[in-house]
């Protein structure tokens, strides 16, 4: 990466300053691109185990709605029966 970055200031170079400072300004514009691809890539993970764990909670909810479900109909056919 640094022998690249030596060959984009050189070939800029020959603008003077102003070749450098472009040239400075489009590897600033990388830096910033990479890193921020590179946090993306850290929510992107973070969101697929908060919504992993939402998941798995929500199925442990729902089977815990489904016994009680069941529990409210047994009591409802046992006290039509008496």
């Known amino acids: 990466m640094v022998e690249a970055a030596d060959k984009v200031m050189d070939q800029w170079a020959q603008f003077g300053l102003s070749g450098l400072v472009i040239a400075a300004f489009f590897m600033f514009c990388r830096f910033l691109i990479t890193e921020h691809r590179a946090e993306r890539q ?12 939402m998941n798995e909670t929500q199925s442990e909810t729902n089977a815990v709605i489904r016994e009680l479900v069941t529990v409210v109909r047994e009591a409802n056919v046992r006290s039509q029966r008496d």
């Open 42 to 53: 850290e929510w992107i993970c973070a969101y697929r185990e908060q919504s992993k764990l």
